[in-house]
């Protein structure tokens, strides 16, 4: 027994035979009999291109951008939500640094801010200084 040999046609070719289809006058017999083609594989053809031309239609809009198609659409906005939560850490970070930067400071670095040693004023300084002299313990 002989394998069958199937011919094979390029996207051209079906593109040209699909068009002879539509000339005015011509039947689509005569196209398959000049082809050597069957009709259901002409119909199967149209089909395929129709439902080609119409998801190709769907996808733009009507300025002319195409329309992301469901899993770009989900890729675009998984990117978005990521560079949202980027941004958040990001400030946070800033934040901890910050923070970690004034706890870090000497007393003499907080003075030169304040303008007194360790944080207070100098009139706190003079009344600790008094109250510690009027009770004669020092260091109280």
Request: proline share 3%; net charge positive; with cysteine.
């Amino acid at each position: 027994m002989e394998k069958r040999s199937y011919r094979r046609f390029t996207a051209e070719e079906k593109r040209t035979i699909l068009e002879e289809t539509r000339q005015p006058g011509v039947t689509l017999s005569e196209v398959c009999r000049k082809h050597s083609v069957s009709p259901a594989l002409v119909y199967q053809w149209r089909a395929v291109a129709q439902q080609a031309t119409t998801a190709a239609l769907q996808q733009v809009d009507s300025r002319g951008k195409s329309q992301p198609d469901a899993q770009t659409a989900r890729l675009l906005a998984e990117l978005e939500r990521m560079r949202r939560v980027v941004a958040e850490i990001t400030a946070e970070n800033l934040e901890l640094e910050k923070n970690s930067r004034a706890a870090r400071k000497s007393p003499f670095e907080c003075a030169a801010e304040t303008g007194s040693v360790g944080g207070r004023g100098a009139d706190a300084a003079t009344e600790r200084v008094a109250t510690s002299a009027d009770s004669g313990v020092f260091g109280d």
